[in-house]
């Protein structure tokens, strides 16, 4: 099929999709610059024919086999057909299998492709994710109702980035912003206080985080959006909405986005 190459190239073989053993080679390659290498995968190989032409191929072009062959049988033929004819390789999940094994004393499933099964929780990630994006910034209220947690706050509290954070934990989490000429929608006076969250956060800190995203945006960073009297009204109107809801309020002025997700998810656990 192939014949020699100047490249060096490394064959990336796996009995599943083999991103896992790709990434990591091309980890491994991404030190080595300027050489060219080429990173070949070849998928789904669960069958002795194919494994001898990947090492036909690999001595031809005095290449390296790097693999995740999980069936110890599978990844037995191939080393040993490789010792033949003086290809190297290089085992990338077996010496974890063999670790873990031996540290929870229990034998691997030896399942191909088990990391990539579309299972019941993968789905309540995905669909938790989608629910954020659609229910970002108050855009659309319904989501009030059917979030697990609605975040409130004023502008560049986190909300944004907590409810994604959030969904990662498959937490369905809506987020509106308090702004003081918008009078905040009605479900959320409707819904259980015990399910909102507001965020609070110090004129200081809100303060430097607004110029700062002016600066980005090319704008200046005296207006309106990042004045300290402007800020502080803000806040006062978002606490007492807050208050009026009767929901737990989190300080996020010194708090990473992690943090706060953390104390948000324990308080839902």
């Keep these: 099929m192939e014949g020699s190459s100047t490249k060096p190239i490394v064959y990336v073989v796996s009995d599943s999709v083999g991103e896992t053993a790709e990434l990591v080679v091309k980890a491994a390659t991404s030190q080595f610059n300027g050489l060219g290498i080429e ?7 669960e069958d002795e024919e194919t494994i001898m032409e990947v090492v036909r191929l690999a001595e031809r072009a005095h290449a390296l086999i790097a693999f995740t062959l999980v069936i110890p049988e599978i990844r037995n033929f191939l080393v040993e057909e490789a010792n033949k004819v003086g290809v190297e390789t290089v085992d ?9 094994s031996v540290l929870t004393n229990e ?8 990391i990539y099964r579309l299972d019941e929780d993968y789905f309540r990630k995905v669909e ?16 009030i ?18 409810s994604q954070y959030l969904a990662h934990k498959r937490l369905k989490v809506a987020n509106v912003p308090l702004v003081p000429e918008v009078n905040p929608p009605r479900e959320l006076f409707q819904v259980s206080a015990k399910k909102c969250i507001g965020l609070k956060i110090s004129p200081e800190k809100l303060n430097g985080i607004r110029a700062e995203r002016l600066k980005a945006l090319g704008l200046k960073e005296d207006a309106n959006y990042a004045n300290v009297d402007r800020i502080k009204k803000e806040l006062a109107y978002a606490e007492g909405i807050m208050k009026r809801i009767g929901c737990p309020i989190i300080d996020v002025s010194n708090k990473a986005v992690e943090e706060t997700a953390n104390l948000i998810s324990n308080m839902f656990r």
Aim: net charge positive; proline share 10%.
């Design 92 to 100: 990338i999940i077996g010496p974890m299998l063999e670790k873990i």
């Design 39 to 45: 990173v070949r995968r070849i998928p789904f190989v």
């Design 145 to 162: 109702v059917r979030a697990d947690i609605v975040l409130i706050g004023v502008s560049r509290t986190s909300k944004t980035p907590l």
């Design 107 to 114: 034998t691997p499933r030896y399942e191909p492709g088990l």
């Design 128 to 143: 938790a994710i989608e629910f954020a994006v659609k229910y970002d910034d108050g855009r659309d209220p319904r989501g």
